[in-house]
């Protein structure tokens, strides 16, 4: 499969979590042309501050391989990482990271640090960004837009 097959895959996830009310981002870790892990943000249903769609697909693909290390997968993720998310992917070892939209408020990978890159780290990861840009970014504008509708329907 290509990058943008994996990444509607991802796309797919983030919408599974608009069904929950959640923040519409989906993530996707691949091993040898297998998806091993997936996940979709869940933190206001869980309550719980991890509850991030790349640390879910991470450990679901920690439990699937058997491993902490996850030296040859690549993690396809609807937004640019954050930096919670950016120090598990430098910790569990991923090879690559590809992403669609950029978080200029929080992005740990171009927008506002480089944190898998930084050689002062034991491991670095390739990344590459864009794939599905305007449609992983669309589904985060449609899903804040209808927030500040609901807000201010309210007030």
């Known amino acids: 499969m290509t990058d943008e097959q994996y990444m509607q895959l991802a796309i797919k996830q983030a919408k599974e979590a608009l069904t929950y009310n959640e923040v519409p981002i989906g993530a996707v870790v691949v091993h040898d042309n297998e998806i091993i892990g997936t996940?979709?943000?869940?933190?206001?249903?869980?309550?719980?501050?991890?509850?991030?769609a790349e640390l879910i697909a991470i450990q679901k693909a920690n439990e699937k391989m058997g491993s902490?290390?996850?030296?040859?997968?690549?993690?396809?993720?609807?937004?640019?990482?954050?930096?919670?998310?950016a120090g598990a992917i430098l910790q569990s070892r991923i090879k690559r990271v590809v992403y669609g939209a950029p978080d200029p408020k929080a992005g740990s990978v171009h927008s506002l640090v480089n944190l898998l890159n930084d050689e002062?780290?034991?491991?670095?990861?390739?990344?590459?960004?864009?794939?599905l840009e305007k449609e992983c970014g669309q589904l985060l504008k449609d899903f804040f837009k209808g927030l500040r509708e609901r807000k201010n329907r309210k007030d």
């Not at 996940?39 to 991030?52: C, D, M, V």
């Not at 002062?120 to 794939?131: K, L, M, W």
Request: charged residues 15%; aromatic residues 10%; hydrophobic residues 25%.
């Open 39 to 52: 996940g979709y943000n869940i933190r206001e249903t869980s309550q719980t501050t991890l509850s991030h």
């Open 68 to 85: 902490w290390r996850l030296e040859d997968c690549t993690l396809y993720v609807t937004l640019e990482p954050c930096p919670m998310c």
């Open 120 to 131: 002062r780290f034991n491991h670095q990861a390739g990344v590459t960004s864009g794939v």
